[in-house]
């Protein structure tokens, strides 16, 4: 088909039903296709792998062929702005408290890294150790962790998702213990979803970037960076000029002053 006749599909009634059983075709026969190419080539071929005929029949992958790598634009880049901030400060030690665990492992190659989550993970790796926390009731001291990230968690405490009791300010509760924890001088990287404040439940909250620091009023905004609704990284931003967004991601790099 070519772009013509698919343009002038797409504008027709029932355009996007035609159109969606072509792409729905198009994607079996190009898998069908080159099944029976890699056999025929294989049965040339010396260096010989077993088929599982399994994952044919129930795993085949057809949403790869893209003209470029998709990626979740916040997770991507939420982690990695983290990481560069870590490398920035020169922090020799970090505490992480239900983060994406790729970012732990990655960064505890460089930095020695204690992760907690409510769900404990089980990863033995050099630089890394694993325990069980609840935000909502942190076991650690006032003022005892120079350096703590807690990062697209907040967002989901309280809504049961992740099999915790449901409480509809679990997540203001766990905002306070992240404020306590933090000694007189210490860094605390948090990420949440920012935009026009809604409850997904029971997924996900997304909160006006503002009041983000008014929660956090007893620290000093070092710096706030941004993921936008058109997946635009942007570093060094204003939280005021994401009210508006959808479901952006708002990463603060906060510091408790001495």
């Given amino acids: ?9 797409s504008r027709i009634r029932g355009g996007k039903w035609v159109l969606g059983i072509y792409s729905w075709l198009k994607i079996r026969f190009r898998f069908i296709y080159g099944f029976f190419s890699y056999q025929a080539k294989s049965k040339r071929n010396p260096r010989q792998i077993n088929l599982s005929l399994g994952s044919f029949i129930l795993k085949p992958m057809f949403k790869d062929v ?6 979740d634009s916040h997770y991507v880049y939420h982690t990695a702005w983290a990481a560069r901030v870590l490398k920035e400060e020169g922090i020799k030690k970090h505490i992480d ?6 970012f732990a492992t990655l960064v505890s190659a460089f930095i020695p890294i204690d992760f907690y989550d409510y769900r404990p993970l089980s990863i033995d790796m050099t630089g890394l150790s694993c325990g069980k926390a609840d935000l909502t009731q942190l076991d650690f001291s006032d003022n005892s962790i120079y350096s703590l990230s807690c990062m697209h968690v907040v967002e989901h405490i309280g809504l049961g998702r992740y099999g915790d009791p449901i409480d509809p300010n679990g997540d203001l509760k766990a905002m306070i213990e992240l404020s306590r924890v933090v000694e007189p001088g210490g860094h605390l990287l948090f990420v949440v979803p920012v935009g026009k404040t809604k409850l997904c439940f029971n997924a996900h909250r997304i909160y006006n970037p503002t009041d983000i620091t008014k929660i956090f009023n007893n620290f000093k905004l070092l710096e706030f960076a941004v993921v936008t609704d058109k997946k635009k990284f942007i570093r060094f931003s204003n939280p005021e000029f994401y009210k508006m967004e959808t479901y952006a991601c708002g990463m603060y790099h906060f510091q408790k002053p001495h």
């Fill in 1 to 9: 088909m070519n772009k013509t006749t698919y343009d002038k599909l």
């Fill in 66 to 71: 893209t003209a470029k790598t998709s990626f």
């Fill in 97 to 102: 408290i239900g983060s994406h665990h790729y």
